[in-house]
Structure formats: C-alpha cells, structure tokens
C-alpha cells in the first residue's frame, strides 16, 4: 500500500511540477525521488527472481538515491545550491559500504548502521534547511517536525544496529523493534510527502495572491492590490494622519513605442516603476493603472512635503537613463485624501484632475489638487503634525 501511495504522491507530485516549474523549484526532484522509492520496494521483491545480493544491493541504491533526490528539492525549494557532490559521494559510499559488508565481510549489522548514518544526513539536511530557510507558519513547522522526527528514527535504528546487532533491526524478523520503525517508516514515506507538498501550496498560494495583486510588467501593485492598500490606509484618518496620493503619467509615451517599439516601450514602464519606487518611503506603496499611469499612496504625507517627493520623482526620470533607454518625463497630480467620509474614487478623481491640468500647462511639471494646501491648513489649525 505504501508503494502504491508513492507511486500516486509522485503523479500529483509530477503533474504539480509541469504546470508550476518556474514558481515552485524542488517539485521534479521530489517527483523523482518517490518513483525511485517506488523502484527500491519492486527490487525488494525480486529477491526470488534475481540474485538476492543483486537485488539487494539495487534495492539499496534505489533508496539512498530517492531520499537523496529529495534533499536536492528541498534546497532548490528554498532557493540553496544544490549538494551534489555530496549526494553522489554518499550514494557511491552506500553502494560500496552495502556490497563490501554484503559480498566481501558479510555483516548486517555494519550494513544497517552505515545506511542509517548516510540517510540521516540527507533527513539532518532538509531539517536544517527547513529550520534557518523556511517562512514561519504552520506549513513549515509541519514539514520541519516530520524531517526532524524520520531523522531521530532513522539514527536510532543505525545506533541499535551498532549496540544491539543486527536482530533488533531486522525487518525480516518479527519483534517489537523492528515492527515500529517499519510502521514509522511507511508511514512517514507519505507524510514526508504531504509535508512538502504543505509548503509548496503555501508558496505556491502566495505567488497566486502576488499575481492577483501585482502588475506583471513592472512588479508594482495593480488596481486591486492598490485599493486594498488604500483600504488598510484608511484607518489612519482617523488617528488624524495626513494621507497624500500622486497621480503619474509618462508624457508623450504612445511616441516612445512608434519610434523604438513596445519591448522597448515595456523597459521604460519598468524602469520608470523602480526610479519611482526607489524616491518612496517604505510605508509608501506605487501602482500602475494601466498604460503608462503610475499612482503613489503616501500616509503621513503632507502635501508640502509629497510635492518634495514630486519634485524627486521628476528629476531622476528626466535625467536618469537605464541601458540605453530613452528618456521620458512626466506630469504629477498632487491630491491630499479630504475626510474620512471620502472615497478612492473621489480621491483618485481629485489627483486626475491635478493631472490633467499639469498636462494642459505643458507636461513635464507637477500641479497640486487645490483642496490640498486647506487640508494641511485645517490639520495645522487643528494642531495636527504638517512637518514641513
């Protein structure tokens, strides 16, 4: 049954990798490593067609090879160089180890305790990797107990083997022993399984979320991400905090994509969303629009000092140049949020009309909404901070 549940989890596990190899990284390697799995337990079985000792000695490798994979995906999972060297260098030792103590010196017990020790390295790995690499949540540390846990099983049985002989771990014989840790250990070849399948779904929900709420061009927020930031920002009104938003649009940008074409037309969008970007606070959040209409929503910004950031945000577009792009300008609406009682829309409608007035006076400038400068004089009156 465990074989044949392996065989599944390495479809799923495959299939997952088809449609998310460029997202999540360590699926194939996982997939891999449980049809070895899957291929050790058929080996196991042909002891009465093949030689034993041949079977043996593939069933093994078959083993150390499919858990092996595994620790490889679990370091490309986190993003790690992958340990290849060291995982030839304990596959050939376990072929060599196993077929010495098998063929040459026949000892099971020295045979048991070699492999425990190799395979505990590669569960000792993913634990650690786990462990330093892995997001706090609930996925991780269920993936990280169950790797601890089939790690401490798996040096107790090499450890047994050494102190005890070869009987107390031989899972040919029946006893009390040997009985747990075969039942521990298929159980713990699907849990294994389903513990990294847990936090690739965790990863992978995130990059699904990110893209529900990113621009793909330039990795900025979109409508939907910029409006439930706006949404979390709100709130800040009523603390009396000033909240400032910028409307950005690139001048003349339909001729920037006639003249050098839409590839290039992108690398523009994309630098233009890191100059302005990098002129933000941390607390400050960009989106794009759509087209070449970035927005910028500033808490705790008045609208003197957002005109400052204006200012910057101008001045590096105009002079900066990225890779031999074209250089581009653009017009800024300023527009400060009115009350509480106010929407984005009304916002947004506020900063674009700025926009469009700074457009109609020559583009390359920035205009300020005119509710701006009396909200800063209401908040001031009122004895609320307008650092300036």
């Not at 999972?77 to 050939?92: C, D, P």
């Not at 060599?96 to 505990?120: E, G, I, K, M, Y």
């Not at 009115?338 to 700074?358: I, P, T």
């Amino acid at each position: 049954m465990t074989t044949l549940m392996c065989g599944a989890m390495s479809i799923v596990m495959f299939s997952v990798y088809r449609s998310f190899r460029r997202e999540v990284h360590g699926l194939g390697h996982w997939a891999a490593g449980l049809l070895l799995l899957v291929c050790a337990s058929l080996l196991f079985g042909t002891r009465e067609v093949l030689p034993p000792a041949l079977s043996m000695i593939a069933a093994n490798a078959a083993l150390v090879a499919g858990i092996g994979l595994s620790m490889l995906g679990t370091e490309k999972f986190y993003g790690r160089a992958t340990s290849r060297r060291a995982y030839l260098l304990i596959l050939a030792l376990s072929i060599a180890c196993n077929s010495w103590w098998l063929l040459v010196r026949p000892d099971f017990s020295a045979r048991v305790a070699v492999f425990s020790l190799l395979v505990f390295l590669f569960y000792a790995r993913q634990a650690q990797l786990v462990w330093r690499y892995g997001e706090r949540h609930f996925s991780s540390f269920f993936f990280g107990v169950l790797m601890l846990l089939q790690a401490v099983v798996v040096l107790v049985r090499g450890v047994s083997a050494l102190l005890h002989g070869g009987p107390s771990v031989n899972l040919a014989v029946a006893g009390t022993p040997a009985g747990i840790y075969l039942a521990v250990a298929n159980f713990m070849a699907l849990l294994l399984t389903v513990g990294f399948m847990t936090v690739a779904t965790r990863r992978l929900q995130q990059i699904l979320e990110r893209r529900s709420t990113h621009d793909p061009l330039t990795q900025v927020l979109n409508r939907r991400g910029f409006g439930d930031a706006y949404a979390r920002e709100i709130g800040n009104l009523r603390r009396r905090l000033p909240l400032t938003l910028l409307s950005i649009d690139l001048d003349y940008f339909k001729s920037i994509n006639d003249r050098y074409g839409h590839a290039v037309g992108d690398q523009v969008l994309a630098h233009a969303a890191t100059i302005i970007g990098g002129a933000l606070r941390e607390s400050d959040c960009v989106a794009r629009f759509g087209g070449e209409e970035f927005v910028v929503l500033m808490p705790d910004m008045p609208a003197q000092s957002a005109l400052g950031v204006a200012e910057r945000i101008r001045a590096l577009l105009r002079e900066s140049s990225h890779a031999g792009l074209p250089s581009c300008t653009v017009s800024i609406g300023v527009a400060c949020q009115a009350s509480v009682v106010e929407g984005l829309d009304e916002l947004l409608s506020r900063a674009d009309a700025a926009l469009y007035l700074a457009k109609e006076r020559g583009r390359d400038r920035i205009e300020v909404d005119a509710c701006a400068f009396t909200e800063d004089r209401t908040r001031s009156a009122a004895g609320i901070g307008t650092a300036r």
